[in-house]
């Protein structure tokens, strides 16, 4: 088989999109946003094989790497095996496989003769019921609720929730220019590739299957999230979520009312990794989650 391999683009999203729910996966790859939201982070190139399977090529930490294939789980066995083929023959190089899905991992069923796979514990992804998130109730979210209903008492007639679209980028980019601000020289390489990516995401929101909501305070966009929805396992993927930290219950009423008004019919949350750092761990681990969504690295023992 002849692997071509090109760069992601918003026009390739609409031929990608139907390659993906196509068996169980609760990662947050399981939508296509996620490539495109990264591409530039992780150098990331795809290629349709026998129009049955998107495979993939990557770099990560400087070495070449691949996901597991976007296709139907029967076929599973012999994209693996083809990406096992184009590395050990087109690239001279063992097989590496960055964050393979748990699901995946199982229905492979790998030798451990031939391939080394490991938990990435500091990336799996924290699933939620998103009926809980909705709805903020229970002892273990009454902390939340306080929150939320502080800032609700406090501007009171001043905000509004907002489904954003296209023409709102410019409110977007504002508000980013200042969060980045905030967060200062001495920021995580990665966010500002998050900043490009979001960038990309509202020049081109027109090509892809996204749901954005923002509150804004006295006319101003204060807070906005980006999510997707894997209807195979019935999920909103929470990719961005941003909010005025100075303003007390922000990132709690973000939270709660972009999945009332963009995902009422989710029933789990995918909220993402917390990228093994210790604060963003306590916050996700503060809303209670019902799971998690294991990722793997898979490597290829000898080529």
Known sequence: MN?????????????????????PNKTCDSVVLDSFLWRNYYQVRYCVADEKAVLW???????????MPVCREEDLPRYFHEMVRYFNEELGKPLRIFLADEEA?????????????????????????GE??????????????????????????????????CSDRQDVWQFLDLWR????????????????GIHEILKNCFSLNIRMGGIYIDGHLEAFSIGSY???????????????????????????????????????????????????????MSYNPVGFARKYSVVQKRA
């Open 3 to 23: 692997l071509e391999f090109q760069p992601i683009e918003a026009k390739d999203i609409d031929r990608l999109e139907p390659y993906y729910g196509l068996r």
């Open 57 to 67: 090529l990557m770099e990560v930490d400087g070495e070449a790497s691949t996901a």
């Open 105 to 129: 991992v199982r229905a492979l069923n790998l030798d451990p003769d031939q391939y080394e796979v490991t938990e990435q514990e500091d990336l799996k992804d924290y699933l939620y019921e």
């Open 132 to 165: 809980a998130l909705r709805n903020l109730s229970g002892k273990k979210l009454h902390k939340k609720k306080n929150h939320l209903n502080a800032f609700v008492k406090e501007y009171e007639g001043r905000y509004e929730y907002r489904k954003l679209c």
């Open 181 to 196: 601000e905030q967060k200062g020289d001495g920021a995580e390489e990665h966010l500002d590739y998050e900043v490009e």
């Open 230 to 284: 894997n209807a195979l396992e019935q999920m909103a993927v929470i990719h961005i979520e941003k909010a005025n930290p100075e303003i007390r219950g922000l990132y709690q009423f973000i939270n709660q009312q972009f999945l009332i008004h963009e995902f009422p019919e989710a029933v789990l949350v995918n909220r993402e990794d917390d990228l093994g750092l210790e604060g963003l761990r306590r916050a996700k």
